[in-house]
C-alpha cells in the first residue's frame, strides 16, 4: 500500500491584513496537530480500520523564507493484516516564492518504500526541477506555485471575492513527471457554532468566521479525455488562515482530519523590503 498524498499548502497560518486587497500577508509561525480517522472505504479498498496523527509545523519569515515540517503517522487494519504508513516531509521557500528546496521520506511498516529530494526553481518561462533523489535527473514544467505561493493564492482569491479558480502547484511530495492541477472553490464566510467540536482548540479564533473550501488534485492522468481527480479536500479555513476539519477523500476510501492542538508563536517583526531581496 502507498502512502496516499496529502495537500500541505492548506495547513500554513497566516495573518491576513485587516482591510485593503492589495496588503501584505503575514504568515505566523504555528505548530498544529490532527487526529486522523477512517471516514468510510469501500469493499475494493480492503481497508477495515485505520487512524493516525498528523503534526505539521510551519516557521520563518518574510525576510529569511518559510520552512515546512510534517510528519504523518498512520496504521491500517487491513484484510491481509496491519499496515504503519510513516510520511515526512521538509522544505524550504525562499520569500519570493523563486526557489524551493525539499525532501520526502515515506515508510512501510517502518522500512523506506521511497524518498524524493532535490530543488525547485521558478525562471521566466517556467519551473526548473532538479530531483537528488531517487535519482539524479533535471525536468522541465510549465509555470507553477510552491505551497506558500499557493496559500497566498488561495487567500488573494478569496479576499478578492473569486469563489472558483485553477492552478498548477508543485509540493516536493511525488517524483512527478508534471505538475499537479488543482481545482479551488471557496464559499462564504461563516461563524464558528457554538457546539463545534474544534471550538476549544481554537481558543481566540473561535471568534473568527470561517470559509468552506474544496481543492480537488488532479494529476493529469486522465484516460479518453475524463478527468478524475486524484483525491479532494474539503476544509474549514478562518480569516486568520488556519485550516481544520478536514475530510480528504480518495477513489476507494476518505479519512478526516480534526484539529485537536493548536501552537501559534509570536508574529515576527515586519522586514525591511530590501533586505527580503
Given at each position: ?116 529530494a532535490g530543488t ?153 523590503t530590501e533586505n527580503?531581496?
Amino acid at each position: 500500500m502507498r502512502p496516499p498524498r496529502f495537500a500541505f499548502f492548506l495547513l500554513a497560518s497566516v495573518l491576513s491584513a485587516a482591510s485593503g486587497v492589495a496588503a501584505a500577508q503575514t504568515l505566523l509561525p504555528h505548530r498544529a496537530v490532527y487526529d486522523l480517522a477512517l471516514s468510510e472505504a469501500s469493499d475494493e479498498s480492503d481497508i477495515d480500520a485505520m487512524n493516525g496523527r498528523w503534526v505539521f509545523e510551519f516557521a520563518g519569515s518574510e525576510c529569511e523564507g518559510y520552512t515546512l515540517k510534517s510528519r504523518i503517522v498512520m496504521r491500517f487494519d487491513m484484510a491481509d493484516g496491519p499496515r504503519l504508513i510513516d510520511q515526512r516531509v521538509t522544505s524550504f521557500e525562499d520569500p519570493k516564492g523563486e526557489t524551493f528546496r525539499f525532501v520526502t521520506k515515506s515508510f512501510v511498516d517502518e522500512n523506506l518504500e521511497s524518498e524524493v529530494a532535490g530543488t525547485a526553481r521558478r525562471e521566466e518561462d517556467g519551473t526548473v526541477i532538479a530531483y537528488d533523489e531517487p535519482e539524479e535527473t533535471e525536468r522541465r514544467f510549465a509555470p507553477v506555485l510552491f505551497p506558500t505561493g499557493q496559500l497566498r493564492e488561495l487567500l488573494d482569491k478569496a479576499r478578492a471575492g473569486e469563489n472558483f479558480y485553477e492552478s498548477a502547484i508543485f509540493d516536493g511530495t511525488e517524483f512527478a513527471e508534471q505538475p499537479v492541477m488543482i481545482s479551488v472553490v471557496v464559499g462564504r464566510p461563516k461563524p464558528v457554532e457554538s457546539d463545534d467540536p474544534e471550538r476549544k482548540v481554537l481558543g481566540d479564533l473561535a471568534e473568527d468566521t470561517f470559509m468552506p473550501v474544496t481543492a480537488a488534485y488532479f494529476d493529469g492522468s486522465a484516460k479518453d479525455g475524463e478527468e478524475i481527480s486524484d483525491y479532494n479536500v474539503s476544509f474549514k479555513l478562518h480569516e486568520s488562515g488556519v485550516q481544520r476539519d478536514m475530510l480528504i477523500r480518495y477513489p476507494d476510501y476518505s479519512m478526516t482530519a480534526k484539529l485537536v492542538n493548536l501552537d501559534l508563536q509570536a508574529e515576527q517583526e515586519a522586514c525591511e523590503t530590501e533586505n527580503a531581496r
